[in-house]
T-cell receptor
Framework: DQQVKQNSPSLSVQEGRISILNCDYT??????FLWYKKYPAEGPTFLIS?????DKNEDGRFTVFLNKSAKHLSLHIVPSQPGDSAVYFC??????????FGTGTSLTVIP | KAGVTQTPRYLIKTRGQQVTLSCSPI?????VSWYQQTPGQGLQFLFE???????NKGNFPGRFSGRQFSNSRSEMNVSTLELGDSALYLC??????????????FGSGTQLSVL
């Protein structure tokens, strides 16, 4: 049972424009959400996170939005750069340090 | 600070064999989690070890097992390998806290191919 879902396997965006990656979840007990970025042949690296008590967190070009009523999470990248091309995974945690990951969205930023 | 180290990077085994993967976490991290990544399935949680005890377990058969040593290094074992076990196995370390700042730090993974 996939508790965290990323329904878009891929996304292409022009350099300089906004990239919006979406994530939906089903478990209302999730208390912490994260986004990871993964390049081929490397492990995922942490990008940005948000606690369930907040609805927005910003770090430079990256902003994560959380809509708890809709059980929806999104990552905005502005402006998008070619180096942002990677697979992005959203993840959610229940208390106790067990993390659930989505299936990933492959972002391609076109120069 | 050294990152998470996983060995070996690549493994080729045949059906029915067993395999052991190793993970050395970041110094000071007490929690080690294991994930399986396959195309279209994302990262599936296998189990988490904290202070040598299995603290959480995902929905994988008993053929998948693990352990953690007193220095926090962890091993994962898969017995009676099946073709469907071919995947990238990722190890992640963390401090093991449950506060909002907890993050997982991943190794580069072990790519297992079962023939």
């Amino acid at each position: 049972d996939q508790q965290v879902k990323q329904n878009s396997p891929s996304l292409s965006v022009q350099e300089g424009r906004i990239s919006i990656l979406n994530c939906d979840y089903t478990n209302s007990m999730f208390d912490y959400f994260l986004w990871y970025k993964k390049y081929p042949a490397e492990g995922p690296t942490f990008l940005i996170s948000i606690s369930s008590i907040k609805d927005k967190n910003e770090d430079g070009r990256f902003t994560v939005f959380l809509n708890k009523s809709a059980k929806h999470l999104s990552l905005h990248i502005v402006p998008s750069q070619p180096g942002d091309s990677a697979v992005y995974f959203c993840a959610a945690r229940v208390t106790g340090n067990q993390f659930y990951f989505g299936t990933g969205t492959s972002l391609t930023v076109i120069p | 600070k050294a990152g998470v180290t996983q060995t070996p990077r690549y493994l080729i085994k045949t059906r029915g064999q067993q395999v052991t993967l190793s993970c050395s976490p970041i110094s000071g991290h007490r929690s080690v989690s294991w994930y399986q990544q396959t195309p279209g399935q994302g990262l599936q949680f296998l189990f988490e070890y904290f202070s040598e005890t299995q603290r959480n377990k995902g929905n994988f058969p008993g053929r998948f097992s693990g352990r953690q040593f007193s220095n926090s290094r962890s091993e994962m074992n898969v017995s009676t390998l099946e073709l469907g076990d071919s995947a990238l196995y990722l190890c992640a370390s963390s401090l093991g806290r449950t506060d909002p700042n907890e993050k997982l730090f991943f190794g580069s993974g072990t790519q297992l191919s079962v023939l």
